[in-house]
């Protein structure tokens, strides 16, 4: 019988020692892709930013009331893609 392998997963060292950045690398992905795409920056977006910035809220989601177009949703999604 072969010897059981171990999980790769988990890595040594511990657990939250590295600063989560996705939340700056996502607005500021999110940004370059407004100008890239043409399009307006959400302001519901640039809200929850601010709050995070501010008041260390989790942006957990979004709410969309405001219509993006094509670009605007584009520029979310290949921002979040970028973060992920």
Do not use: Q, R, T
């Not at 989560?20 to 930013?49: M, R, T």
């Amino acid at each position: 019988m072969a010897p059981k392998k171990k999980p790769e997963g988990k890595k040594k060292g511990k657990e939250g020692d590295e600063e989560d950045l996705s939340v700056e690398n996502f607005y500021k992905a999110y940004k370059k892709n407004c100008v890239l795409y043409g399009c307006d920056v959400s302001k519901i977006i640039k809200a929850a930013f601010e709050k995070f910035v501010e008041e260390g809220d989790e942006i957990k989601k979004f709410h969309m009331w405001e219509e993006l177009g094509w670009p605007g949703v584009k520029a979310i999604v290949d921002s979040l893609k970028a973060v992920a």
